[in-house]
């Protein structure tokens, strides 16, 4: 990474507003990128200098990032970090943004969801390690602490998911899940705070679905944290279809 890139963060030159973070923050990666600030090749600062230098989570940092490998403009390499990509490996698969108002088309991408996270919980399951146990459940405590204070806590349901998948160990299914969270993530964003506004009885029982997932995975029952996933994912539908209604 060229110098200048580091001093300007360390400046703060690229901090950002606390507003729908980690856009802002994917978007100012984004402008480095693209000015050249980053060079194709260049490694990305990490996760820990992001999150000091914009001020802002270690989940936050994640999904800015997450967007950025969505768009093929970054790509991480196990045991190195996060590097920016030759323009012609930059993936040809595309997802459109979805509006939760667009049934039809929400309905597509929840039903492809569905079938890339069951699969996921079903692996990391099989495959987590200690340190994804301790991953996973530091999210699921996140959103406990969240709904607690009365937040919203969209940023650790997040972690806890992207957590899920990472401890399948398959970078496949990483580099899908990272572009599928982000086509529909300001979709679950949205659902999420609409739950909250609307129907506050039903927090508790999406917070025990998580539970249920993270015991299922500790245990390394393949079998019921398959089901817990499903469950959870398919009532996350439902809940949408809620919003949708009214």
């Known amino acids: 990474m060229a110098l200048k890139n580091l001093k300007q963060i360390e400046q703060g030159s690229f901090r950002v507003e606390p507003k729908h973070l980690p856009d802002e923050v994917a978007a100012r990666l984004t402008q480095a990128i693209q000015t050249g600030e980053f060079a194709v090749g260049d490694r990305l600062p990490s996760e820990r200098l992001l999150c000091e230098q914009f001020s802002v989570s270690r989940a936050v940092v994640r999904e800015a990032l997450s967007q950025l490998k969505s768009e093929g403009l970054v790509a991480s390499k196990v045991g190195s970090g996060v590097f920016v990509t030759e323009r012609n490996q930059r993936q040809a698969f595309r997802m459109q943004d979805v509006a939760i ?43 406990e602490y969240e709904i607690a204070n009365d937040r919203l806590g969209d940023n650790e349901d997040f972690a806890f998911h992207q957590a899920i998948v990472e401890a399948t160990h398959n970078p496949h299914f990483q580099a899908l899940s990272e572009h599928l969270e982000h086509g529909a993530r300001h979709v679950i964003r949205q659902a999420r705070s609409n739950t ?13 679905e998580h539970k249920a997932i993270f015991d299922s995975i500790s245990a390394g029952d393949a079998d019921q944290a398959e089901l817990a996933a499903e469950t959870h994912l398919r009532n ?11």
Do not use: C, F, W
């Open 101 to 143: 108002d667009e049934k039809d088309s929400l309905a597509m991408v929840m039903e492809l969801l569905v079938t890339i996270e069951v699969a996921s919980t079903r692996l990391a399951a099989v495959r987590r390690t200690p340190e994804d146990l301790k991953r996973i459940r530091r999210a699921l405590i996140g959103m």
């Open 236 to 246: 996350a539908a439902k809940r949408m279809n809620i919003y949708l209604k009214g």
């Open 196 to 208: 909250k506004s609307h129907h506050a009885d039903l927090v508790e029982a999406v917070q025990q």
